[in-house]
C-alpha cells in the first residue's frame, strides 16, 4: 500500500487471489497493512485443489477462532510439521470440529455436487466457505489421523520417500550447496518433518498430522499406503530467501529455526491484524476459469471491482496463458477512476528457461563466470571435461552460474514472441513499467550482492528467474 495508495488510504480493500495454492501471499499482505489502517478489507481466495482449499480453511478458521499467540504456533505445526503434539489436534476438534459438522449435518441427504455456503462471524471479521457437499463431507477427514497409523508407521512411510536409496545422490546434490553448518538442520528435516529449532525437543510432536500440505500437493497423512510429496518439499522453498535471515534469537547455521522465527512473528502479526481490521474472507474450491461467474452467483458485490487480483502461475504458458487470464478477470480489476492503483499480479516461473536457447547458454558463459568467480573458486579443469562432468564442484557450479543470467533480456524476448504488450491492449489492460506491488525479480541476485547473499540465494529452491508482471486498466 505504502507505494499505490498510500499509508493514510482510509477506503476498503478488495482482494482477490484466483489460484492461490497456500495462503502466504493473503497472509503477507494483510500483514504489511500499517498499523494506521482501518478501513474494511474482504478477500476472496481460491483454489480448485481440495486439499489446499481444507488447509487454508483450517488456518483461517484457526486465525480468526483463537487468540493471536495461542493461533500462531497452531497454524505454523498444523501447516508445517509432519507430527504435532496431541494438544493441536484436540484443540482443532474441540473448537473447530464443531463449525464443519454443523453443516454436515444440515446438508447430510443433498446432492453431492451441490454448492452450499456457510459464514461464520467472529466479532468484526468473518469467513465464508462454499463448496460441493462432497467436499464438506471430505472436510471432516482433516481432524482424524488415519486408524491404524501410529507415530512409528508414519514416520517409517515418511522417511522411505525422503531418504530413500534411490534418490540419495539428489539428496546429497542439495546438501552440497548448502554451507555446511546448515546441511545437519536439513538432514534432520528430513528425518523427522517437525518444523523446530535443531535443539528443540520433539518429545511431544508424536501424532501424525492428517491436515497439512505441502508442494501444493495432497495431506501429509490421510492413508497408511505411501507418502504424498516429493522426497524434496520443504517450507523453506516457500518464502523469500531474503526473509529468512539470523536473529539474535536464533543459531546462525539452524536455516529452520530462522523460518520457524520468521513464521511465528509474520503469523503472529497477520492474526493481530485480524483482530485489529474489519475482515471478511470468502472462500472458494473452483477452477479458475469458472471463478468470475461463481463469484458473481455467490453475491459478491462484483461490480465495485479488486483493488489487488493476483493470479499465481497460471498465466503461464505451460497452464491457462495470457491472453485468457487477461481476458476473464480485467473485467474484475477496479476503474482508474474508481481506484488508479488497482492491479492485476501474474506471475511467469517457466517464461526464462522456455526462450533460453543453448546458444544462449554457451554464449554467456564466460560473462557468468567471470561474475561467479567473485563469489566461489572455480573448478581448474575445463567446465565440460569428460572426467569432471559429474564432479560435485563442477555440479556447484553450473547450478551457481544459473544466479548470473540476464534474465531481463531473456523475459523480454519471450514478451516479444508472445506479445504480451499487444494482448493487454486488446482486453483494455496495459503492462506496468515499473511494478508497484511486488518486484519484478523478488528472487534475483542484486549487482552488489554480498557474499552472505550469495550462499543464501544458492543454498534455496530459487535462481532468480521468477518474473511477476503487473497490469492495470485503461480507459
Known amino acids: 500500500m505504502q507505494h499505490n495508495e498510500g499509508l493514510d488510504y482510509t477506503g476498503n480493500l478488495r482482494l482477490l487471489f484466483g489460484a492461490s495454492g497456500d495462503c502466504r501471499n493473503l497472509i503477507k499482505t494483510i500483514d504489511s497493512l500499517p498499523l494506521s489502517y482501518t478501513g474494511a478489507c474482504e478477500v476472496v481466495i481460491n483454489d480448485m485443489d481440495m486439499d489446499i482449499v481444507a488447509r487454508n480453511t483450517l488456518l483461517m478458521l484457526v486465525a480468526l477462532a483463537f487468540e493471536p499467540e495461542v493461533a500462531s504456533p497452531l497454524m505454523l505445526h498444523l501447516w508445517y510439521s509432519a507430527f504435532v503434539p496431541a494438544k493441536l489436534l484436540s484443540l482443532l476438534r474441540e473448537n473447530i470440529l464443531p463449525f464443519i459438522q454443523d453443516v454436515c449435518s444440515k446438508i447430510e441427504s443433498k446432492p453431492p455436487t451441490k454448492l452450499f455456503s456457510k459464514t461464520w462471524v467472529f466479532d468484526n471479521r468473518s469467513l465464508s466457505l462454499t463448496l460441493p457437499k462432497q467436499s464438506w463431507t471430505h472436510l471432516l477427514l482433516y481432524f482424524t489421523v488415519p486408524s491404524g497409523l501410529s507415530a512409528t508407521a508414519a514416520k517409517n512411510l515418511r522417511v522411505s520417500t525422503t531418504l530413500h536409496p534411490q534418490r540419495m545422490d539428489y539428496v546429497d546434490r542439495g546438501l552440497f550447496r548448502l554451507p555446511a553448518g546448515q546441511r545437519v538442520a536439513m538432514r534432520r528435516f528430513r528425518e523427522d518433518g517437525i518444523l523446530l529449532p535443531f535443539g528443540t525437543s520433539r518429545a511431544d510432536y508424536n501424532t501424525p498430522n492428517p491436515d497439512t500440505k505441502k508442494d501444493n500437493a495432497s495431506t501429509f497423512f490421510q492413508d497408511q499406503e505411501s507418502w504424498p510429496m516429493k522426497d524434496d518439499a520443504d517450507p523453506l522453498a516457500g518464502w523469500a530467501w531474503q526473509d529468512i535471515t539470523p536473529s539474535v534469537t536464533t543459531t546462525h547455521n539452524d536455516i529452520y529455526d530462522h523460518l520457524c522465527a520468521h513464521l511465528y512473528s509474520t503469523l503472529l502479526r497477520f492474526c493481530q491484524k485480524c483482530r485489529q481490521l474489519p475482515l471478511k474472507i470468502r472462500l472458494f474450491q473452483t477452477n479458475i476459469l469458472a471463478l468470475p461467474a461463481l463469484i458473481a452467483d455467490a453475491k459478491t458485490p462484483q461490480q465495485e471491482g479488486f483493488d489487488r487480483i493476483e493470479v499465481s502461475n497460471v498465466i503461464d504458458g505451460g497452464y491457462i496463458g495470457t491472453a485468457l487470464i487477461l481476458s476473464l478477470f480485467r473485467p474484475l480489476l477496479r476503474l482508474p477512476h474508481e481506484n488508479p492503483h488497482a492491479t492485476l499480479i501474474g506471475l511467469y516461473l517457466n517464461a526464462v528457461h522456455e ?30 571435461s569428460r572426467n569432471r562432468e559429474y564432479d560435485a564442484d563442477m555440479l556447484n557450479m553450473l547450478d551457481a552460474r544459473d544466479l548470473f543470467r540476464d534474465v531481463d533480456a531473456l523475459f523480454e524476448r519471450y514478451s516479444r514472441g508472445l506479445d504480451l504488450e499487444g494482448i493487454a491492449k486488446a482486453v483494455g489492460l496495459v503492462m506496468k513499467d515499473k511494478n508497484t506491488v511486488v518486484a519484478k525479480w523478488p ?9 552472505e547473499e550469495f550462499n543464501r540465494l544458492l543454498a534455496s529452491m530459487h535462481d532468480g528467474s521468477e518474473r511477476y508482471v503487473e497490469w492495470k486498466r485503461v480507459g
Do not use: C, H, N, W
Not at 528472487?443 to 557474499?451: E, I, K, P, V
Open 355 to 384: 526462450v533460453t536457447t543453448p546458444a544462449d547458454q554457451i554464449g554467456s558463459m564466460a560473462e557468468e563466470l567471470a561474475r561467479l568467480r567473485q563469489y566461489m573458486p572455480l573448478p581448474s579443469q575445463k567446465p565440460f
Open 443 to 451: 528472487m534475483r541476485l542484486g549487482l552488489t550482492a554480498t557474499q
